[in-house]
Each structure stands twice: as C-alpha cells, then as structure tokens.
C-alpha cells in the first residue's frame, strides 16, 4: 500500500511559479509511475502530468505543455510538479497518484491510477 501526501500549493499571481511536492510512503515508490491530476469546482478530473518509475519518460497534456515539468527524486520518494508561466485556467485542486498498470499508454486516464493524495489547492490570480 501507498500513501501520497501533496504540498505546495497556494496563491499565486498569473505568471507566476509554484513547485508541487507529493511524497509518497512505501517501499515500492521507485518501481511506480506516477501523475499529476487536476480538478476545478464543477469540471471532471483532468490529466495534466506522468512520469515513469526512472524518470527517463515524461508526458504532459497540450494545455500544460512547455510551462510544467514533471520530476521525480526516488530516495525521497518524492515527485514534484514545477509550474511556470501559470495561468488562472490553471486554478484547481492539484493531486497525485501511482500508475497501475505496466502499459504506459493510458497514462492520461484516471482509472489507470490508485493510492491518490488529499490534493493540494492551487490558485491563480488575474
């Protein structure tokens, strides 16, 4: 079992920074794909970052695409999420999750993740 914990969100003016921590407990982290969801008030949970268990693949969806960068350091069994250039339509509860599945091809579906974190508010201002 895994257990994620997301921090690192907050208040931001547009064209901003914020960089995004999930920590993850459990000794599995390292051999685990993990992503990057967003959600706001009265809109459906959206992809927005993956990355595989080394960190040699990253996939981001076109709407975050060039602005956010998604890494991960396995000894501390942390992933981050770096957001530049930061938009309000970027507003949303921030969440991450493991991968399930071996196949790296349905990264952007969430049904394909489990062991989701409480999420993290992220807020960006006009």
């Known amino acids: 079992q895994v257990q994620l914990v997301e921090s690192g969100g907050g208040l931001v003016q547009a064209g901003g920074s914020l960089r995004l921590s999930c920590v993850a407990s459990g000794r599995a982290f390292s051999s685990l794909g993990m992503g990057w969801f967003r959600q706001a008030p009265g809109k459906e949970r959206e992809f927005v970052a993956h990355i595989n268990w080394s960190g040699a693949n990253t996939y981001y969806s076109d709407s975050v695409k060039g602005r956010f960068t998604i890494s991960r350091d396995n000894a501390k069994n942390t992933v981050y999420l770096q957001m530049n250039s930061l938009k309000p339509e970027d507003t949303a509860v921030y969440y991450c999750?493991?991968?399930?599945?071996?196949?790296?091809?349905?990264?952007?579906?969430?049904?394909?993740?489990?062991?989701w974190g409480q999420g993290t508010q992220v807020t960006v201002s006009s």
């Open positions: 999750a493991v991968y399930i599945l071996s196949d790296p091809s349905y990264y952007n579906m969430p049904r394909n993740y489990h062991y």
